[in-house]
């Protein structure tokens, strides 16, 4: 039999693409994953040993071992072709352990590394093949055994003082934090009232010619040091200004135009692909990986061979290669003309402990655009190398120009007296630069307290203004004053959470993920929305964890050890070490936690429903429910428990009827998933299902279910007829009055 030489990947799809492009000489074969790993059966490191780890096969991975070691055993050259990140790294250090010397015996192995799986990519990486990297190793090591401690130290704990089955987890908890203590804001924040003051004025010589303007000034002093708008304290205040300014004389005292330039943002890191993904296509952060990770390992475009369309995804780089960069710029000036291209731009990651020797996420060819390749792609896959490509050529295009004016406008003459100045805002844009291309969207509800979605407070570079000169009267056509409040920060939505946990350098790019959907499958957070909200368990978990382990809680302790194993990596600092300085006073922290602290009391794991038992009213006993949270989220049971088992579920109503049946559609959840679906109250019989959120009104088409689709659409189940705007009388996420109420 001809020897070969034997290409080791860790996924089948990859395999195929590999192979496709190094021909019948190699032998390309996938691992499957991790072929080794701590088993669960245990901590499995030993702590007085220097930590020394005992790792055991994967399930399923012994016949994949197997067939390797036959392809071995008949090769010369052995080359790792893992993902060129620690997690590539590991794994191809554990398939050489796994194999044994016996098996590697007069074998040659090589360390290939390519960002990108292209036929010139692979091609570069096998003529400049290297050795395997251990402070890698050693890095992915260090992560591994530490998470394992923190979770095998603290989970028995909290088992012993909370509740059996719960969890910790070095960067998890941190991440439940974050979502606890912006709850506790949102429950502190006291609501301040304001009176908004919005005109709309129109030119004396031709009342057609509108403008919106807003409250500025008062007597030259302006009232919010933050804002361009003065915002009246209450109504009796309010009153009186609407009175003047409906008696007042209106003339122009000012105009000011300048030239404002816009800069395109970075090409993608894994953090911002999430977050956009979730703000532009209500992807999570796993449905956006899995896409990602389809698009790089290669995808097969009519009857050529399979190629990669993206670069690897797991990275904290804004870099682009300087070859990308010249056939994007070519592309550009070839599609957009000169004036879109004028020299390449380099970014600076925002990311805290960002690693910069990868490239950002970009697509291996610009001429690969999405209108060309989407009938190979799924929907999803389509979606996300759609915001891929466009970011990458917008990064690379010039500034967006835009004469933005701003006018002021002296209301006198009303009956106090006082001089009111009034201003407008507008923007013309004079030239699209990347805006051609792409802009990038925005979280829908602001950080801030204070934050407006009312009309005088968008900005647009479209909005423009009417022709204005100083001195030019103009006169009232419309005034409205609106009592509004303050709003309390916004909850963490997935690409907020994701951008928090970058920000504070928690976490690394192939964790996000997972750190995000652990605690939703924890049950320490639940969804509103699309938003993260604590439940009454992760309340509890998190305010032990912060009493007891206050350095596993802190953010920048966390941060400092993702520092100090970015530094093993480097082959700066040993791990073994770094893990014994972490541990020694960790461990005390348990022993404290486990002696002295006292177990929670079950009732702040419970809240009364206002029902008593069935079960036990039956035998003449009198005794609430409550409603606790078990691995799948909220159900209701008998206070007594365990005394009385009896448990129901909790009914979640939207409102909305059931097109079938008529009943009461309600909200569901699936095990182990966080997203909801609805189904018919009369399921088993009726199994109408829907993914969707269901709006309350009818399809204006057919009068049938309309389901909410993307951000502000909606879609006919119905008969498929109307697939347009939503009504506007429903907001986005559930339903304004959805109910809940108590099935007993």
Sequence with gaps: MPVTDVVIVESPAKARTIGRFLGSEYDVIATKGHMRGLSSKGMNVDIENDFEPTYSLERGSGVVLTEIKKKVRRADIVYLATDPDREGEAIAWHLLEALGPKALAGKEVRRVVFHEITRSAVDEAFADHGVLDMDLVNAQQARRILDRLVGYKISPVLWSKVRRGLSAGRVQSVALRLTVDREREIEAFNPVEYWSVLTRLAKSVDASLKFRATLHAIDGKGGNATSSRYLVNNQEESAKLVADLEASAYRVTKVVKRETKSRPTAPFTTSSLQQEAARRLRFGAERTMRAAQGLYEGIQLGSGDPVGLITYMRTDSTNLATAAVAEIGDFIKNKYGADYFGRPRVYRTRSKNAQEAHEAIRATSVMRTPESIATHLTSDQRSLYDLIWKRMVASQMTDSISDATTVDIEATGGPSGTSYTLRATGSVLKFQGFRAVYVEARDTISDSDDSDDSEENVSDTSRSLVPLD?????????????????????????????????????????????????????????????????????????????????????TGFTASMEEKLDEVSRGDIEWIPMLREFYDPFDETCSEAKEKS??????????????????????????????????????????????????????VETGVKCPETGGELLERKRRGRGRPFYGCEHYPDCEFTTDARPLKEPCPECGGLLVARGRNGAKCVTTEDYDGPAPEAVSDGKSEDASVSVVV
């Design 470 to 554: 100083e001195g030019e009267a103009v006169n009232l056509d419309d005034l409205k004053s609106e009592q509004k409040f303050t709003r309390p920060p916004a909850r963490y939505s997935e690409a907020m959470l994701i951008r928090t946990l970058e920000e504070n350098g928690i976490g690394r790019p192939s964790t996000f993920a997972g750190i995000v959907s652990t605690i939703e499958k924890r049950v320490y957070v639940e969804r509103e929305g699309t938003r993260f909200k604590p439940t009454m368990l992760g309340i509890v978990v998190n305010d032990y964890l912060v009493q007891w382990f206050p350095d596993i809680m802190d």
């Design 598 to 651: 006292e177990r929670v009391s079950r009732s702040l794991l419970e809240r009364p429903t206002g029902e008593m038992c069935p079960t036990c009213a039956e035998e003449g006993n009198e005794n609430p429910l409550v409603i606790r949270i078990g691995r799948n989220g909220e159900f209701i049971g008998c206070s007594t428990f365990p005394a009385c088992k009896h448990t129901s579920n909790i009914r």
